[in-house]
């Protein structure tokens, strides 16, 4: 056990060093380093306007960073060619905070569309992985026959997730997942994350202003802040922490709600 | 620790092991499809049948459905297949797919000479809603027209002058090159033809009459139709996607008043603007080819421009452009707050948008010329 953790260390399964990111004359991320392991669910947190997505859109590739490197799964995604790139690509899956289904397909379309793209499968299994995909998320089977306008805010979140796993990743980019849903719901989600984390062996990248889920569902916590990573660890080490915005936001008052 | 995925038929006394080994995933999904089909066939044999996965080295939610799907398809009455071996790690996923019910229903929709004649009888129908649209959309703006007119005050003016820059200042260009060599194309072809009859000067006639009359305005509103009318569909389209126009509407605002009418207004005025412009294009084109092309001297053209065309040829001309406008506008506006959720929608709408302005503008022309010719101008 010892040793597999270890290695777990050794081997980070993202892997951020020294990146730079800037729009204009503003610096968001200032030579930030973050290591996410193999098999743990990260929360990651800070102020609004932070930078929190757009580090997560750094490490997915759809923000060009001025400085540093980014490996995912040991691949450096900079030297990496297209084919490595694909693979790299086809291992993981985003959830986006708006769910970005795409509108024209049915929420069936929504989740083959990445196995329609990368597995030659017949589409009967395609169709009965839609359904159990649509199961896992806590969705009824009924729903895979309608488009994302007839969907309310919480199952665009479940039918998004539902299609990140469709190829069943290693890894999940979730970029507030629970926003915009009531506290069970959101409860539910997190139960959900979990489960799929233990079922699926996923980790989990997940950006997250809800307290419950940083109680609840991370393993390990990374903070945001001046575009550096101001602390990681346990939430034990987070309520510990005496940086000024972190005790503010472990023991605000509606943190205090939360713990009691 | 990983490799190919097998499935191995191993009898064991009166029962019958099937051994599944190696890395049960999403990327040996085509294989593995083939070998659960393949044992499939098993199905209906006497011997109980049990699965045995203690050898798979990873599993994920392709391996474990086709386990189950092999599972079901085993059991059949009184024989019942069993998993065995089935590690720890992976039990709450196999589990997690045996709650899934079978393959949803697919409805496929079939082509049917009776289901083609529906569609016809549909879209004859929706002719009548589409018309019935249009003169809502007419008399909505006609009423915030009035509104306005009553409290001036209202008149968004910034966003009146801004769509004016967008459709009328910033379409200069363009429009001016279409329409000269329009008039150049025309000029050419007219000499060519007449020069057989020892007619060249009547090419002076044609052209004057041909722009001025028809071409100016009916090719710029055709422009002007598929530049602004449908940009006009997509952001007003985008705005009903994404609430806006909703979010308006509990602020208590008209859309129609804060939406529609600067953009009618910008484009009823824009129009005859560029008709102008274009129309003179048209001619400063004709009469250069008329003179390199055709050996007609400038002054020789103006003279007989001025005799062949009257004053009534520009006004039929540019009376016609701010109706097209408003037909124009009226169109892609009714487009544009018809998109519905999806970005299919979208892109259905702005094409309707087009087509139609640019079918309206012609009917429109032709109405023109008809109640011009009656009343002998």
Known sequence: MAQEIQNAIQDPIIRVRDITVQFGATRVLDGLNLDVKRGEILGFVGPSGAGKSVLTRTIIGLVPKVAGSIEVFGVDLDSSNTSQRRNVERRWGVLFQQGALFSSLTVRQNIQFPMREYLRVSQRLMDEITMAKLAMVGLKPEVAERFPSELSGGMIKRVALARALSLDPDLVFLDEPTSGLDPIGAGDFDDLVRTLQRTLGLTVFMVTHDLDSLYTACDRIAVLGNGKIIAAGSIADMQASQHPWLRQYFHGKRARAVVT | ?377
């Open chain 2, 1 to 377: 620790m990983s490799g190919d995925p097998k499935l191995e038929r191993i009898a064991k006394g009166n029962a019958l092991a099937l051994c599944a080994t190696g890395t049960w995933t999403a990327s040996f999904a085509p294989v593995l499809e083939r070998m659960v089909a393949d044992a499939e066939k098993l199905a209906g044999s006497p011997q109980s049948i049990f699965i045995d996965v203690s050898e798979v080295a990873k599993l994920d939610t392709f391996g474990a459905w086709l386990i189950e799907r092999l599972r079901r398809s085993l059991t059949q009455g009184a024989v019942e297949a069993q998993i065995a071996g089935l590690s720890a790690n992976y039990s709450s996923l196999v589990d997690e797919v045996r709650r899934v019910r079978a393959t949803p229903v697919v409805d496929t929709t079939t082509i049917t000479i009776t289901g083609m004649l529906e569609q016809i009888g549909r879209a004859v129908a929706g002719i009548a809603g589409t018309v019935a649209g249009l003169v809502d959309m007419l008399g909505a703006v006609l009423a915030a027209c009035g509104r306005v007119l009553i409290h001036p005050r209202s008149l968004r003016l910034t966003s009146t002058v801004h769509h004016l820059e967008q459709v009328c200042w910033r379409a200069v260009p363009i429009i001016v090159l279409i329409t000269f060599l329009i008039g150049c194309i025309i000029a050419q072809q007219g000499i060519f033809h007449f020069r057989r009859f020892g007619a060249d000067i009547f090419v002076v006639d044609m052209l004057g009459v041909l722009v001025l009359r028809e071409i100016g305005v009916l090719l710029v509103a055709i422009m002007v139709a598929g530049r602004s009318g449908s940009a006009y569909t997509a952001e007003l389209g985008s705005m009903k996607m994404r609430e806006e126009i909703d979010a308006l509407r509990t602020m208590g605002f008209d859309p129609i008043e804060v939406l529609v009418l600067p953009r009618m207004l910008a484009l009823v005025l824009a129009l005859p603007i560029l008709a102008f412009l274009g129309a003179m294009a048209a001619l400063y084109g004709g009469g250069l080819v008329a003179w390199l092309y055709g050996g007609v001297d400038p002054e020789a053209f103006l003279l007989r421009l001025r005799d062949s065309i009257s004053i009534d040829h520009f006004i039929v001309g540019m009376v016609k452009a701010p109706v097209m406008a408003a037909v124009i506008g009226i169109v892609a506006c009714v487009e544009g707050l018809a998109v519905q959720g999806s970005a299919e929608s979208l892109g259905q709408h702005t094409t309707a948008s087009v087509v139609k302005g640019i079918f309206f503008v012609i009917v429109m022309d032709g109405v023109f010329a008809i109640f011009f010719a009656s009343i002998g101008m």
